[in-house]
């Protein structure tokens, strides 16, 4: 190194920028992380065959260190949500993610999960599941081949490369139960609790506008009453 020239400014081989990562913490964290995701024993419909197939040996997930399904949400960071999600299925969606622990990590596969697929005008299914949980990937498809969702938990590893232990919000000083969602309620219908105060002003408005017309019908009453005298 002559006299008057940084270090800085060698231009260093990218070969060697990608080799030197131990000096990284959050390469290390997000690389032990991404490398050793288990995904939750969860299928809902048709979709759940295509996530079979991706984990038998002719795909082989374990390639990507995915291979350990398990069959409880404690010890689960990724939830595949694979198929039709229906209203009276909704509520165990979001009481298994909170019972995940952090870092989790929501996977919609398929067009079903993604919005309502084939059946979104039915009574029964819901629009997305990304209503009521928070969703870092989409697998489009109806059903997505083993190979599309793979690609999808290819993509799910770049995003969490992305990420800094010194920002993400379960490691933050904030509110424990800010990552906790409500349980919707099934009742005549899907009720989302995050949404009480505007069902209930749409309730009262909806009250207001039948007094308004009974009352309406009653002025209109008595005027007949008085012309027929």
Request: glycine fraction near 6%; hydrophobic fraction near 40%; aromatic fraction near 8%.
């Amino acid at each position: 190194m002559t006299a008057g020239t940084f270090e800085s400014d060698i231009p260093i081989p990218s070969e060697v920028k990608n080799n030197v990562f131990i000096t990284s913490l959050d390469k290390i964290y997000n690389w032990s992380r991404r490398n050793s995701m288990w995904p939750m024993t969860f299928g809902l419909a048709c979709c759940a065959i295509e996530m079979i197939c991706a984990a038998s040996s002719r795909y082989d997930m374990a390639r990507f260190g995915m291979e350990v399904f398990r069959a409880t949400p404690r010890q689960s960071d990724l939830m595949i949500v694979s198929g039709t999600v229906t209203k009276k299925m909704v509520p165990t969606i979001v009481r298994l993610y909170n019972q995940m622990p952090e870092p989790r990590y929501v996977l919609s596969m398929g067009a079903c999960a993604n919005g309502g697929g084939p059946f979104k005008e039915g009574y029964n299914v819901v629009d997305g599941i990304d209503k009521f949980v928070p969703v870092d990937v989409y697998v489009p498809g109806c059903p997505p081949t083993p190979q599309a969702l793979i690609y999808g938990l290819l993509t799910l590893h770049e995003k969490i490369s992305q990420q800094s232990f010194t920002n993400v919000p379960w490691y933050s000083k904030d509110d424990p139960m800010a990552g906790v969602f409500p349980i919707p309620v099934l009742g005549p219908d899907l009720v989302d609790l995050r949404q009480v105060d505007v069902i209930r002003q749409e309730a009262l408005r909806t009250q207001g506008l039948e007094r308004a017309a009974a009352a309406d019908a009653a002025v209109s009453e008595e005027i007949d009453a008085e012309v027929a005298a």
